[in-house]
């Protein structure tokens, strides 16, 4: 991944690189609508995966958010997708760690014709993501051997750099291959948008950002998340009777900005989707506006 990609991945990553112990909150919600505007939470309970399974089951998109570098986020996305496929067979799983042309390069991986090293290799994983591919490597393997479908979510590198330093008018028409069309990439989420720009300027003020335009930082996070919210709305309306898993990390998730109102925006009637913030901190949920539909708690 190149340095102004990482440089975009870091600062929205910054606040969330705690792996602190928290409560499973749970609000009253409706992901569904495609708005900023969020319930509040108006209840805080202890809860297990048991107990909110039945809801999370009437789900079309669940949403689980992770710190990138905690391996106890990674072992929690594992244990509920397998809880969630004890209740339905039909899951599918959504990975931002893999850009949109590897797709067939995991499919051939989950049909057994390449070999997961080939996966790897094949994909660019480490060049194009850079994380541990143990991490990631259980849901994978996971979901080869119960034949559920992975979806290669993530805009290519180069495209998102591009975009970074020179905006979206910069790219070719090969360049806009696996992004959505121009038209749909929205940056008009005010709140969004400060929400960003206090990451960016945070970071800037730390010494971390270079010279990168703030409207075209912006514009790239943004593509991201169209970019991932386009290929699960295709997948989720191709398959009605699938639901979508998606693991992404937590600022593409919070307050439903990035990719739930996205996805919830393609369709023309109400998506229930629900969002969980793994081993975020209880201090998030101050404030009037609910950051997500749970928080996971880990084991200590």
């Not at 270079?210 to 290929?231: G, I, P, R």
């Not at 739930?260 to 969002?275: D, K, M, T």
Request: hydrophobic share 40%; net charge negative; glycine share 4%.
């Amino acid at each position: 991944m190149g340095t102004i990609t990482k440089v975009v991945v870091y600062s929205l990553g910054i606040f969330f690189l705690c792996t602190t112990p928290v409560f499973a909150q749970h609000k009253q919600h409706n992901s569904s609508t495609a708005t900023s505007q969020q319930q509040q939470i108006e209840t805080v309970n202890l809860v297990s995966l048991p107990e909110v399974l039945p809801e999370w089951k009437k789900a079309r998109v669940i949403y689980l958010g992770e710190t990138h570098n905690s391996t106890k986020d990674h072992e929690a996305q594992l244990a509920i997708i397998q809880a969630l496929t004890r209740e339905n067979s039909k899951i599918a799983i959504a990975m931002e760690m893999f850009q949109r042309p590897a797709q067939d390069i995991l499919d051939q991986y989950l049909a057994g014709e390449i070999t997961e090293a080939e996966l790897v290799k094949q994909s660019e994983y480490e060049q194009r993501w850079g994380f541990p591919w143990e991490y990631y490597a259980p849901l994978v393997r996971f979901a080869k051997t119960n034949q559920l479908p992975v979806l290669a979510l993530n805009t290519p590198t180069e495209v998102t750099r591009k975009v970074a330093r020179s905006g979206l008018e910069s790219l070719t028409s090969a360049e806009q291959e696996h992004i959505p069309p121009l038209s749909e990439i929205r940056t008009d989420n005010a709140d969004y948008r400060n929400l960003i720009q206090g990451f960016y300027q945070q970071h800037h003020h730390a010494g971390h950002s270079n010279s990168l335009n703030f409207d075209n930082f912006f514009t790239a996070q943004v593509l991201w998340d169209e970019t991932m919210a386009e290929k699960i709305a295709l997948f989720a309306q191709a398959n009605p009777d699938y639901q979508v898993v998606v693991i992404a990390g937590q600022g593409h998730i919070i307050y439903d900005y990035g990719i739930p109102s996205r996805v919830a925006r393609r369709f023309n009637h109400q998506l229930e989707q629900i969002s969980v913030l793994l081993g975020a901190q209880p201090e998030k949920l101050a404030g009037e506006n609910a950051i997500a539909d749970y928080l996971w708690e880990h084991p200590f």
